[in-house]
């Protein structure tokens, strides 16, 4: 029977509730807004399948990957509204091509997040792009097995203790499911989003006109693909008058929360699925550092990488038709994406910071307090950007 007694120790990718033959896993909210799993023992039969798939107690193995691709999408609208290099895309429209089925992030109507399937270009466009925010799956992987055992072609994409969840839940290889994980520094805490979005929502509204948002975009590119920024519109009621808030991602408050390890999942801090470990066919990213190895497509358009773990991951690949596809080494990859191969690091007061949150509705105040940098760490911070882009 699953127990989570140490919250570093779960991922929140649901497959103990979904493989439960008793349906008494449920999957609850903490303090902090992140799902975890809790039994109804007096349901349960002790079969030991939550155990089983859970990914943390039976770890998939690590693959080390077949090939490395710097890879760009032909289309200058798709590249230009894609978080990096149009890679996502690529597959999501051969799957489609397949009358496959595409499961990925949108937001919900509360700006939440959470899996939703794609069978159309229109709703294509609601699951692609960044979402800094743990997904829920709800009853995704469900959804994916009977659309599997329907011969239909299926493409997950998620992180990767999301896809190494899937994985140990589907229990048999498919020919017809691609596993894509995504680059991933960690999940921030819904708690702490929605915590950003009430403040400024209530910035923003003004002389009795009470804000709605009505968009969400991490990573946009108006500023360039390497200094993106985040971008959030909407319209102020009764007036109808629009807004529009553009910050560069490293003055968000939202993002400093993130970025500076106060926000993720416990696990996160010591992530087991690191370094090649989901069990995904295709891993996808940014090619940070680009100008180092091919300067010719350092335009600030964004380059995916991509890193190549199945001989089906392959396959599919040489179906793709991108304008780019270029072979590289994964150290070359690996070089601006460390985080990649290790977790991100957990910041010493991470629970300090939730317990001010808790106690306060100054969300702008709590973040300043808590990611405030003294003059050493502001050099260290300086030398480490020196070092990554030159």
Partial sequence: MIQIVDKRQCSGCTACEHICPQHCIAMVADEEAFLYPKVDESRC?????????????SPIGQQKPLAAYAVRHGDADTLANSTSGGMFMLLAKFVLAQQGIVFAAKYNADWSVSHAAAMDEAQLELVRGTKYLQSELNTT?????????????VLFVGTHCQVAGLK??????YDTLI??????YGVPSPFVWQHYLAELTQRLSVN?????IKEIKFRDKQIGWRYNGVKIGGTLQPSGKSFTLAEKTGDNLYMKAFLSGLANRPICGECPFKDHKSGSDLSIGDFWGIQRIHPELDDEKGVSAVFVHTDKGQEVMKQLNPLQLIEVKPADIYAGNPYFLVPSPTKPARQEFFDALHATNDFSKVVEQ????NMLQRVKHRIAKLIHWT
Avoid: M, S
């Fill in 45 to 57: 039969i002790d079969c030991g399948l939550c155990d089983k798939v859970c990914p943390v107690l």
């Fill in 141 to 153: 992987f469900v959804e994916i097995k009977q659309h599997l055992k329907a011969g239909k072609w």
């Fill in 208 to 212: 009795g006109d009470k804000a709605t």
């Fill in 179 to 184: 596993c894509v994980d995504i680059f991933c």
């Fill in 168 to 173: 140990n839940y589907i229990r048999r290889p």
């Fill in 370 to 373: 808590f990611t405030k940098k």
